[in-house]
């Protein structure tokens, strides 16, 4: 039996996902042969992790001040709005840097097997900001997948109309992939939606 | 496509057995239990990866034992495939390979006793056998059918959720839903072939494949299904669930506008799912352009012995077979490349 507080450490821990009994067992003995510093410091970062996080009024990203660092940036062209499932998918397309545009969080895809209905996302948010600022263009990059695929049908039949464009990232190879290994349903889509070289 | 050599270890009841040539036609001989069976699977898990038997692979290891092993030579290629601790690794030619790579150098094609379930049994079982099927030859039929059924579940689960919502998931259930079935009427088409060609030849009488669907195609597939969807909308919403689709299609065999199930002797259902099968080899043939290799396991018993002849007549010259039965004199004839295997309590004896 361990003594109290490293069981309540192992127990806390194993919570995280992909941590499991035996390695919190191990992260529990690590931090107890750093110097004290160590532990104080990680302690922190947590907890102001959350305390000093929230979620922006405007797009629904995770930030520290709200309005998020992008919806408060006057130099993103927000005649374009990009619909994303959950803030991290921000993170990504903004690590692409050939995005210029402004977000919006969904907060998952309809799902009834889940529960998930029209009603528990950021529609009627979107619907707002789409119809009453600036947009002329909606991006829906949602996972390629059936649910993925009816929200996105969904949001398009929302703001039709509107005289909004609405726009799906493209599918098809991945880049740097031999066409021999894209595998058939990718190459199709890709044939499908091919465009003019310019 | 031909198997030269086979070495299985450890693989159900056999320890160690190495066969290093066989015939165009082999025959494999012994009681029941011996271990004819578990051969036939042998040759299947090594060039699809699934056993003949809805098993999973932990139990096709030998009791005792804490792996198997299959190597197998086709036409100058090696195919190996090993598994242990709940890790499969298979490799062609001494590579890393997958599915799609066994299809194209050794496909095999099983015709087991329990294939007239597929004409007699529920129609649930015509439609797995047609998604099997069609998946093996059409990866892109593969991906349809898994989107259709998600989609079928998430709108079924809306119906019990929010009705008024239902329509959220037509889209996606008319696009994959009209892919599945055009893909399933030119495969139907090549069973019909198969499957007349054969019953006139044996019964002398008339027959034919039946494609149905819960509502008319008129036109294009996507138009029909779509108005479907729309005119059966009311009657949806009251039963609470999806009624139009091909995960409600199915498929019969006419004969004198009298539907098979009713009246047709063990022989003649023997027969048909035998037809069947060759309509599967036939379409193989079509996509991959290579001659599948035949497993045929115990079918031809319940056939008479005119016929049965007239079927291996109609397969002997094409392919490479690999037969079990429990008695040699039930084949009287002499094939020309032909090895006889007596198997025994896990042993297989080359041949004389």
């Known amino acids: 039996m361990l003594p109290e507080n490293i069981e309540r450490f192992v127990r806390e821990f194993s919570r995280l996902p992909g941590i499991g009994r035996k390695t919190s067992e191990r992260l529990s003995f690590f931090l107890l042969s750093q110097p004290d510093e160590f532990a104080g410091e990680l302690a922190d970062s947590i907890i102001r992790l959350k305390s000093d996080m929230r979620l922006c009024s405007v797009c629904g990203n995770i930030t520290d001040k709200d309005p998020c660092a992008i919806c408060s940036d006057t130099s993103r062209d927000e005649t374009v709005i990009c619909v994303v499932e959950t803030a991290i998918d921000i993170f990504y397309i903004e690590e692409t840097a050939s995005y210029k545009g402004i977000y919006h969080v969904l907060g998952g895809v309809i799902s009834p097997l889940n529960g998930v209905t029209p009603d528990d996302l950021a529609l009627k948010s979107l619907l707002m900001r789409a119809t009453a600022g600036a947009a002329l263009e909606v991006v829906v990059a949602l996972s390629s997948t059936t649910e993925g695929d009816a929200t996105a049908l969904y949001i398009a039949q929302m703001l039709q109309d509107k005289g909004l464009k609405i726009t799906l990232p493209a599918r098809g190879i991945p880049v740097g992939t031999d066409i021999q290994y894209a595998g058939k349903g990718s190459l199709a889509q890709a044939i499908r939606n091919r465009e003019e070289m310019k | 496509m031909k198997l030269d050599y086979i070495k299985i ?292 018993l319940e056939i008479d012995e005119v016929r049965r002849e007239k079927i291996l007549d109609m397969i002997s010259m094409d392919y490479q077979i690999f037969f079990t039965m429990t008695n040699g004199a039930l084949i009287s004839r002499v094939f020309a490349d032909c090895s006889v295997f007596q198997v025994n309590g896990g042993e297989i004896a080359l041949p004389r």
Not at chain 2, 39 to 55: C, G, N
Not at chain 2, 107 to 134: C, K, Q, S, T
Not at chain 2, 189 to 207: A, H, M, S, V
Request: aromatic share 10%.
């Open chain 2, 9 to 300: 270890t450890n693989f159900r009841n056999f320890s160690r057995i190495i066969l290093p040539r066989f015939s165009r036609i082999n025959m494999l001989i012994g009681e029941n239990g011996s271990g004819k069976t578990n051969f036939l699977e042998a040759i299947q898990t090594l060039t699809t990866l699934s056993p003949l038997r809805p098993v999973g692979f932990p139990e096709l290891i030998r009791w005792g034992s804490d792996f198997f092993h299959l190597h197998g030579e086709f036409d100058g290629h090696t195919v190996e495939l090993g598994f242990s601790e709940k890790k499969r690794l298979l490799k062609i030619d001494g590579d890393k390979s997958n599915k799609a790579g066994l299809a194209r150098i050794a496909p095999v094609v099983a015709f087991m006793p329990d294939d007239i379930d597929i004409i007699r049994g529920a129609p649930e079982n015509r439609r797995m056998f047609l998604d099997r099927a069609l998946s093996a030859i059409d990866p892109q039929y593969e991906t349809a059918l898994r989107r259709y059924y998600r989609t079928l579940r998430q709108r079924n689960a809306q119906f019990k959720l929010n009705p008024r919502d239902v329509t959220i998931w037509d889209a996606e259930l008319i696009d994959w839903g009209s892919m599945i079935i055009m893909k399933r009427l030119p495969y139907i088409r090549i069973l019909n072939d198969k499957i007349r060609e054969l019953y006139r030849e044996l019964y002398g009488r008339e027959i034919r494949i039946r494609y149905m669907n819960p509502f008319r195609i008129e036109g294009s597939v996507e138009e029909s299904f779509r108005n479907a969807v729309k005119t059966g909308a009311r009657e949806e919403l009251r039963r609470r669930c999806t009624l139009f689709g091909p995960h409600r299609d199915n498929f019969c065999i006419q004969m004198d506008d009298k539907k098979s199930d009713t009246f047709v002797s063990q022989g003649q259902l023997r027969s048909l799912a035998f037809a069947l099968k060759l309509g599967v080899v036939r379409s193989i043939e079509d996509s991959s352009g290579g001659r599948p290799i035949l497993l045929v396991d115990d079918v031809l």
